[in-house]
């Protein structure tokens, strides 16, 4: 008897043992593979597809924004890292971090597509655009976009990559390796990547994004230009520190233009509350941690949101999606500079008569007409 303990004893032993080495030995893995991408890089050589022409003042536009959410969210869908509290005081949280199959990812960024092109837009902003994810099956969804929108430059920047991520155990995210594009009918003359101020703390570091901006600038007839800016700002930032360290960057970008006499369209998923819209929808939810504020107050001078509130851009996703249930927000849609002209913006739930809201994703695309002063 003694003996088959001291045996079942140093199994134990040399099972947690091999547990341990394996833990550092991954540990050392994603620490060496870990990198920060750099700041301000220039991607105007990467541009796929440039066009010639250039934009007009006086003429009407439409650019539309939409974060995909790398095709996994159906309505089914939950996400792990969100947690919340209904209204009778029941906590809950999400469950997936990765898609459920091939075919969603397909159908999901296939259906996102189609919303967007709808509008026949002249500029296009996406976010969490995956090109080869283990969360999203490896499916190239950049490729997807730009084989659709073949008549468009396209300028792609990183904001996720990460070596294999064990975590959560019940589903683990896998490689990533994804971003935010933007999309033009017109000449782009210059693409930057600008990174963001982000928590660098362990082990944030390694599942948080690189979040960034594009900017790019397209010729005005005459000196000036159009600079479009796609963003994708932070969502899981205790305390907002990091959030407000983000808006303080892009604020002096925008002076910087703003001084340079140029029209500037900020567009994306902002991760804030950007058009008073806390408690504007009907919801069985109590208001999520992770919704912030946008201070318009603290927004660039010669600068203003062109937002609706008529429709949530954004639902919670720590439970399954239920209309008039899930907790939901406008985190998406535009700022746009003082000598741009707001037409219509609209936030898209339905489409030839066709419900949509969040069926492709667990936000809603934004469309926002507009015409240069």
Known sequence: MRKTLRITGYTLLSLFCVIILFLIGYLIKLSVEFYRIEDEINLT???????????????EYTIVTMNIGFGAYTKDFSFFMDCGIMLDGTKVSGKNSTAASREVVLTNTNGAINIVSSFTPDFAFFQEVDIESTRSYKINQLAMIQERFSNYASSFAL???????????????????GGIATFSKYQIAESIRYQLPIDESFPIKFFDLD?????????????????????HLSAYDKGGIYRQLQLEKLNAILDKERAEGNYVIVGGDFNHDIADSLNAFKTEQFVPEWVYVFDKDKLATGYHFATSKEAPTCRSTDIPYQKDVNYTVVIDGFIISDN??????????????????????????VVLKFKLK
């Open 159 to 177: 904001n996720f990559h990460s070596s294999y991520l064990l975590y959560p155990p019940h589903d683990p995210i896998g490689a990533v390796k």
């Open 45 to 59: 050589t990467e541009i796929e597809n440039n066009q010639t022409a250039n934009l007009e003042v006086g003429k």
């Open 211 to 231: 979040r960034c901006i594009i900017i790019t600038r397209i010729p005005v007839s005459g000196e000036r230009k159009l600079v479009l800016i796609n963003v």
């Open 340 to 365: 741009i002209e707001e037409i219509s913006v609209e936030n898209v739930v339905a489409l030839n008569g066709e419900e949509i809201s969040f069926v492709y994703s667990d936000h809603n695309a």
